[in-house]
């Protein structure tokens, strides 16, 4: 994929292509928004842009297919990390593990820049921060940095300050969809429910892609307003569920579009506007009311809130639905 066909974010690919067309690109940039709408794919594709053979981000010549490989030499990647602790920054000759505050110092082996990107950046513990404030205070003039987070506010202030922030917002409808029919080679139709379902978010999309993901809504939405209610169930579910942050926060995100349409079907409001049209039969159950939907939406925002914290997901989620299925 090249640069100028990544789907969305306009405003923020112009600006990044005018960093490069003046020569003026910062040392540090920091990506920030919600998880799965394209952050760290377009930082991708802006590096692809900055060493590209071909001079617009093409996506197929030497150098950029080596970064899509992650194989370029200039091109640093932390990624894949649950947490980047001080190891990875400052580096450890005894682990045999090169740190980025000691490659930054060498000078660039196949041209004149320098990429690190360190997705999850808000996952950085205290020393590993620390460590890399004192290189983003004075850092090679080569080096360039790109911190991508879904959680701004965990960064440091003292580096926050020292970059210049990129913000990204969800997809529009039009462009998830055409994201859909031209990279998954869905149909119209098919495209047009994923993206609804996607709520702005192609990463969300892809997690709904797969099958057992998909499956579980259903067991879900059945949980919550359906016949199937026992707490043996809920108890096997919520473990399902919960086998990682982003996994749990899917599932939650999803409960809470779901409790938006038990109003619509409920309150007589345009059916069209229903999101989860795969679970609308199961929808249409008795004892809905308003004060019971807006305690779950509140109860559901709170478990959003206490992920943020060292809790046992599996029991924030147990607790969550016993409380929203009132038992």
């Not at 306009?10 to 540090?28: I, N, S, V």
């Not at 999850?120 to 850092?139: F, G, H, I, V």
């Not at 473990?239 to 938006?260: A, K």
Request: with cysteine; aromatic share 10%.
């Amino acid at each position: 994929m090249a640069f100028k066909d990544v789907v969305g974010h306009e405003k923020q690919k112009y600006f990044l292509k005018r960093f490069l067309d003046t020569g003026r690109t910062p040392h540090a940039l920091l990506f920030s928004g919600q998880e799965g709408i394209g952050k760290k794919k377009l930082a991708i594709e802006f590096i692809k842009y900055m060493f590209c053979e071909r001079g617009d981000g093409c996506g197929k010549c030497r150098a950029c297919l080596k970064i899509e490989r992650r194989t370029h030499p200039d091109v640093i990647f932390i990624e894949e990390e649950d947490t980047i602790g001080i190891d990875l920054v400052r580096g450890n000759r005894e682990k045999k593990i090169t740190g980025i505050n000691e490659e930054i110092h060498e000078y660039p082996y196949e041209g004149t820049n320098r990429a690190i990107l360190i997705d999850r950046a808000d996952t950085m513990t205290q020393e590993a921060s620390n460590a890399l404030l004192k290189t983003l205070e004075e850092p090679p003039t080569f080096n360039h940095f790109f911190l991508i987070t879904s959680s701004e506010q965990k960064i440091p202030l003292t580096i926050r300050s020292r970059c210049t922030r990129v913000r990204f917002t969800s997809l529009i409808q039009g462009d998830l969809q055409q994201y859909f029919v031209e990279v998954q080679g869905m149909d119209d139709e098919k495209a047009n429910f994923f993206s609804t379902i996607s709520c702005g978010s192609i990463g969300t999309g892809l997690f709904w892609l797969e099958e057992e993901n998909f499956s579980m809504r259903k067991k879900l939405a059945a949980l919550v307003v359906g016949k199937d209610r026992s707490f043996l169930h809920t108890t096997l579910v919520s473990e399902m569920v919960s086998q990682s942050d982003l996994q749990m926060s899917m599932y939650l995100n999803f409960l809470i579009s779901l409790f938006r349409d038990l109003y619509m079907v409920h309150y007589g409001q345009d059916p069209s506007r229903i999101i989860n049209r795969d679970v609308k039969e199961i929808l249409k159950c008795e004892n809905v009311d308003t004060e019971w939907i807006i305690s779950s939406i509140e109860r559901i925002q709170e478990g959003i809130h206490l992920m943020r914290y060292n809790v046992n997901r599996w029991l924030l989620f147990e607790n969550t639905m016993l409380h929203i299925m009132r038992l």
